[in-house]
Every structure is written in structure tokens, then in C-alpha cells.
């Protein structure tokens, strides 16, 4: 087995990732698309058949400005949904965090599943569990967690519902070089054979 190479990160990290910032639309969008919306940073959205879902996020201790001062956040569990030209309130989730994944898998039988996976609560630390969401209830249920907890990684979906997260820092503070898998349809993370990150392509996160 090909050992994990990780590369140091400086915290606190600053992504500019759209999924990460998705809520500084706000900057550039007019009022009318963000009435009622609070404005939060290193959200994480995902699409689904009727909607766009932004989950979870983060309230900056001061000006954002600021944010390389050693500034802490408050991690949030609100989900918003933007479907039929406005912004709905749905299920908070049940761990709160930011710097996360959002992802929507298709399952054979057409029904779509809206998961969370990652990120960091308001004490900094890598939150583990995943969630999805439940439709019929407007709740969150807890899915298998993640076996190594990271955040600031990129996610996506293949084939419907594998899902892969790639990059992102660990628990020890480093980006790390390896892939995960997720198979959405039966709960499972599995071998995903990819090898890790080499030196040509140096682990990253915020992308």
C-alpha cells in the first residue's frame, strides 16, 4: 500500500473555492435573490431536481478582513433552499460545521439524497459525521462517517451515486494526498484505487 504523503498547511486557511464561499454571492447579486438570507462564509452547496440547497457555514468573530489574526468562527447547522424564485428554511442540521461537502446523489431508483460529509464545528475540530437529508421528515439522519475526517476537500459525484472527496486537511493539521469513496446507495466508504497524490500532484485543499 503506497504511503500517504501530507504537506504542512499554515492555519487559520482561506479557500477560495465556490462551494466554501458560496454565500459571498451576496456581494455581487441583487436583493432581490438574497432577501432574507444571512449572509455566511465557508457554506457549501449542492443541487438538487427543484432546488439549491446552501448548508451549514460559519459567522466570523470580526471583519473577515481580519481573518488571518487568528480569528475564530461559529460554526452554523441552517440549510437553506432556493426554489420557485425564494429562499426556504428547511431541517438544521444535527452537527453544525463549515468548511464541508455538500453532494446529491441519484440512486437507481431515481431518488435524489442530499449529503454533508466533513468540515469544522465552532471549536475548529474535523467533524466526522455524515448527513443526509430526508425529504419526508425536513430532518437530517446520520449516514456512516467519514474514516478520515477532513475539511476544506473537493467532492463529487460520479455514476450517480459514488462519491469522491479529494484533497482537504486531516486531523494532524496537513493536506492530505489521498482519495476517499463514497457509495451513497449502499452507506459504505470503499477502496476508491486511486493512489494518493504524488509530487506532480501536490495535495491541496480549497479547491
Not at 29 to 39: N, R, W
Not at 48 to 77: C, E, H, W
Not at 129 to 142: G, H
Not at 168 to 183: F, Q, R
Amino acid at each position: 500500500m503506497s504511503e500517504e504523503k501530507n504537506a504542512t498547511v499554515d492555519l487559520p486557511l482561506f479557500p477560495f473555492s465556490f462551494s466554501h464561499f458560496c454565500f459571498y454571492i451576496f456581494i455581487f447579486s441583487p436583493p432581490s435573490i438574497l432577501s432574507g438570507l444571512q449572509a455566511l462564509i465557508f457554506s457549501s452547496a449542492t443541487q438538487t431536481k427543484l432546488s439549491v440547497l446552501v448548508t451549514g457555514g460559519a459567522l466570523p468573530s470580526s471583519s473577515i478582513d481580519n481573518f488571518r489574526d487568528g480569528m475564530s468562527f461559529t460554526a452554523s447547522g441552517s440549510v437553506s433552499s432556493y426554489a420557485d424564485l425564494s429562499w426556504h428554511t428547511v431541517g438544521s442540521l444535527a452537527y453544525p460545521r463549515y468548511m464541508h461537502c455538500a453532494a446529491t446523489a441519484m440512486l437507481p431508483s431515481k431518488k435524489e439524497i442530499v449529503l454533508v460529509f466533513g468540515g469544522r464545528d465552532s471549536n475548529g475540530n474535523i467533524v466526522s459525521e455524515t448527513e443526509a437529508y430526508d425529504l419526508v421528515t425536513d430532518s437530517w439522519v446520520p449516514r456512516m462517517s467519514m474514516p478520515d475526517p477532513r475539511y476544506g476537500m473537493s467532492c463529487t459525484v460520479v455514476d450517480g451515486y459514488w462519491i469522491y472527496f479529494i484533497g482537504g486537511v486531516n486531523g494532524s493539521g496537513s493536506a492530505s494526498s489521498t482519495v476517499l469513496l463514497y457509495n451513497a446507495l449502499d452507506d459504505e466508504w470503499v477502496d476508491s484505487g486511486t493512489p494518493p497524490m504524488d509530487s506532480s500532484d501536490y495535495p491541496r485543499l480549497g479547491h
